[in-house]
């Protein structure tokens, strides 16, 4: 009954985010500069399931162009690096992304279902192939270097992405806004029905979800030193997020963010003990999940909670 | 023909019937009556296989078919036209009443068949190459119909059929379906319209919570009071 | 006054004409039943008045004002709601949430959440779903569910309300619940064109009856006239 009395207590939650909040801002005082640079990796995942989730959540248009939002804002990194400071190249980043997705949210948003997932997937490659085809015939090179930062500048940059992405979506969440968007998940022609402007609001959403992506992108870019399209526009980043958020479950906030912790931290572990198998075992953990546990980790931790009370 | 004998069925944990009991000579019309969510939609869902009963028995044509799959259960001779009709929506109409002779042996013969459910339905021959998801909804009602009939089946089990179909659709429905019966095709009718379900039917069965509270002969229980004040509106 | 007008509408998919030149106009304060066999064409019309479907001819104004193919939602801003006839709740969302957001999003002036909040209530009250308001959509009994998509249309303020097939499914107790609730609905100032199979309501809430088939206007008329008339009996109601 004590600990059910706990987590049901009104500040008990906000004073453990506070907590997690200054041991992360803390963090690199104290520990190796290798779990920095792996809780910044996590956090890029974090970042992009929680932004993939703010749109593909509630309105259930699962969507592939994650990989197109990333890599523009790794290539405009590479673009302005050198030229424009860093706050200023990660905010472009994150406003080209944004102004595409608006460009693809006009294109695609109309279509239903499968046709989306498989669209935003082709409109993701497509730019990668055109970039590669680009560098080929007319830059000459293909690939670009990428000013290098300090990893500590790096990790609280994407700390404070991650911070805003939060607020975003919690904020998103609570608004009326947030209620429709999952009344367009639910019947959109029901929707648009009772008055609420479904294209816009849909365009709007994929837009800032895109926008965080977008400027995730840009700071990465600099960790990695060179970049190439196939490096920025790697399909895994469009793909990674949709599964992370299943395995963490979509119906609560804290689900992608969990879902994508546990996700990035079990592919450290397993690309250095299982190097060989551990996309296998992904796919094996993936399988369960979708078997066992259709609501994720949230699923899971609803059912606890109901049958800690109930019992 | 049928033999439904205390049969209790869950919805996961929630029950839905208890101890239900009916009985379906051949070539009669048995009708079942109840309000909306009596667990009447349970019930053929039950006897054709698509919902497991927690215990009791069904029985169709001397063997248990509880218990069995679906289509075996068809491939016997029961057939079921869900509420709505459920017609494939992706499907043109003539493709529907196709996949209504799936068993091997109706498959042989569905050139034919397909032209009788047209001398019946000339409604659907018009619409043949039409998708299914284009039609109305009483026009999908008319196609489930039309399918149920390709399998050459020896029980039918209708669920509400008359469901937002205009007036003079319901009038040619019920006299379909006494056609069906004069031809030697058992029926058992689960309807909301009351007055017409038991006016053809031999004999009927009301379900209320789960539970039969009243059977016997259909003329019996049009003068029932009962029946009369909560279904007849009288 | 009249409320909604419509000149030679027409609906063509491809090859199939789904509604060809219908004209109709409704009146404020009228209750207009709109009936005829299955495939007629029905809720196509509804889908165009609504804005679902854009119309392939032929006018539609609201108010005086052109409404064809504008978009649902500035339809419905504009005063026009709607039921559909198989339904199109938001299932997993709570009974009051379905109808909350109609109030925010469906009013044309400007409302904030404890206003919305207010009408949403007074409207579960209305229709009689206050009990269930925290109820998930889709673990309501059909009857509930129809109140439900009433309510919802309702909270967006119309001065025309469209249901389809509000009667389908119900029985007799239903039916007569569901007339009272029109009836109130009119008394409350709402103007009403519904699609409707059981006769038994148009009969006795309806203040005129248009008859479609085939996607043609085959009759109009006062209740009285149109099941009197040959044409109608023939192709819909049948002898009886």
């Not at chain 1, 997932?117 to 082709?122: D, H, L, P, V, W």
């Not at chain 1, 190439?228 to 469009?238: E, H, K, R, Y």
């Not at chain 2, 689960?190 to 069965?205: F, K, P, S």
């Not at chain 3, 100032?189 to 809430?205: C, D, L, P, Q, Y």
Request: hydrophobic share 50%; glycine share 10%; net charge neutral.
């Amino acid at each position: 009954m004590d600990r059910v009395k706990v987590i049901s207590n009104r500040f008990f939650l906000p004073g453990l985010l506070l907590f997690i909040l200054i041991l992360l801002t803390t963090m690199p005082l104290f520990v190796q500069p290798y779990v920095v640079i792996l809780l910044t990796t996590i956090i890029m995942y974090i970042i992009l399931t929680l932004s993939w989730s703010i749109f593909s959540g509630p309105t259930r248009y699962i969507s592939l162009a994650s990989a197109a939002f990333f890599g523009v804002g790794v290539y405009v990194s590479a673009m302005l690096g050198q030229v424009l400071p860093l706050p200023v190249v990660i905010a472009v980043g994150g406003l080209v992304s944004l102004m595409l997705a608006l460009f693809i949210g006009l294109l695609t948003l109309r279509l239903r279902g499968m046709y989306f997932i498989i669209f935003t997937f082709g409109v993701s490659e497509l730019i990668r192939h055109f970039l590669l085809w680009w560098e080929t015939n007319f830059t000459g090179t293909v690939g670009r270097w990428v000013v290098a930062v300090d990893h500590t500048t790096v990790y609280y940059v994407m700390l404070i992405i991650f911070m805003m992405a939060l607020l975003a979506a919690y904020l998103v969440r609570r608004s009326k806004f947030g209620l429709a968007l999952q009344s367009i998940g639910e019947y959109e022609e029901a929707a648009v029905h009772i008055g609420i402007n479904v294209t816009i609001l849909k365009t709007l959403t994929f837009a800032l979800s895109a926008f965080f992506m977008g400027a995730a992108g840009a700071i990465m870019a600099t960790r990695w030193t060179y970049i190439d399209p196939q490096i920025a526009f790697n399909p895994l980043f469009s793909f990674m997020p949709v599964l992370m958020a299943i395995f963490g479950g979509i119906g609560q906030l804290y689900g992608p963010v969990l879902g994508a912790t546990i996700f990035a931290l079990l592919e450290e572990v397993l690309t250095t003990e299982f190097p060989y198998y551990y996309m296998l075992l992904f796919g094996i953990i993936l399988i369960a999940v979708i078997l066992f546990l259709p609501g994720g980790l949230v699923g899971l931790i609803q059912r606890w909670r109901r049958g800690g009370l109930e019992g | 023909m049928l033999e439904v004998s205390q049969l209790d069925t869950f919805y996961g944990k929630t029950q839905a019937m208890w101890g239900v009991s009916l009985s379906v000579d051949e070539k009669q019309i048995v009708s079942l009556v109840g309000a909306n969510e009596a667990g009447k939609t349970t019930l053929l869902k039950t006897i054709c296989g698509i919902l497991r009963p927690a215990s009791g028995s069904v029985t169709f044509l001397g063997s248990r078919i509880d218990g069995l799959t679906p289509h075996s259960i068809v491939e016997l001779g029961v057939s079921y036209v869900p509420e709505g009709g459920k017609p494939f929506t992706e499907m043109t109409v003539r493709e529907n009443l196709e996949m209504g002779a799936y068993p091997y042996q109706a498959w042989q013969h569905r050139e034919e068949r397909i032209e009788q459910v047209y001398q019946v339905f000339p409604y659907l021959k018009s619409r043949e190459g039409q998708l299914a998801s284009t039609l109305s909804g009483g026009e999908r009602q008319m196609l489930a119909m039309g399918r149920s009939l390709m399998a050459r089946p020896k029980l039918i089990m209708f669920d509400e059929p008359s469901y937002g179909l205009a007036p003079l659709m319901v009038k040619e429905l019920f006299r379909f379906i006494t056609t069906l019966n004069d031809q030697g095709i058992t029926v058992l009718l689960v309807e909301q319209n009351v007055r017409h379900a038991l006016e053809i039917a031999d004999g009927a069965y009301v379900l209320e919570n789960g539970r039969i509270v009243l059977e016997g002969k259909s003329s019996d229980l049009l003068q029932n009071d009962h029946i009369k004040k909560a279904y007849l509106g009288l | 006054m009249r409320l909604l007008e419509g000149e030679k509408v027409t609906k063509n998919f491809g090859g199939l004409t789904a509604v060809h030149n219908v004209d109709f106009d409704i009146n404020q304060g009228e209750i207009v039943g709109l009936i005829g066999p299955n495939g007629a064409g029905k809720t196509t019309l509804f889908n165009l008045i609504s804005g679902a479907l854009p119309a392939t001819g032929g006018e539609i104004r609201y108010k005086d004002e052109r409404i064809t193919s504008l978009k649902p939602n500035k339809i419905c801003k504009k005063g026009i709601a709607r039921t559909f006839q198989l339904i199109k709740l938001f299932a997993n969302m709570k009974v009051f949430e379905n109808v909350f957001l109609a109030s925010l999003f469906g009013v044309s002036t400007e409302t904030n959440k404890s206003n919305a909040k207010k009408e949403s209530e007074e409207l579960l009250e209305f229709v009689g779903l206050s009990a269930v308001k925290t109820t998930a959509a889709k673990d309501l009994t059909l009857a509930n569910q129809k109140r439900l998509e009433v309510a919802r249309a309702l909270a967006t303020r119309p001065e025309l309300l469209l249901l389809d097939e509000l009667m389908a499914g119900l029985n007799p107790t239903e039916v007569a619940q569901a007339m009272e609730l029109v009836t109130r609905i009119r008394d409350k100032g709402i103007t009403v064109f519904m699609i409707e199979h059981v006769m038994k309501a148009i009969m006795s809430v309806c203040n005129r009856i248009m008859v479609l088939d085939h996607g043609v206007k085959i009759a109009e008329g006062t209740p009285g006239e149109i099941t009197t008339n040959k044409k109608v009996i023939e192709v819909y109601l049948g002898e009886d």
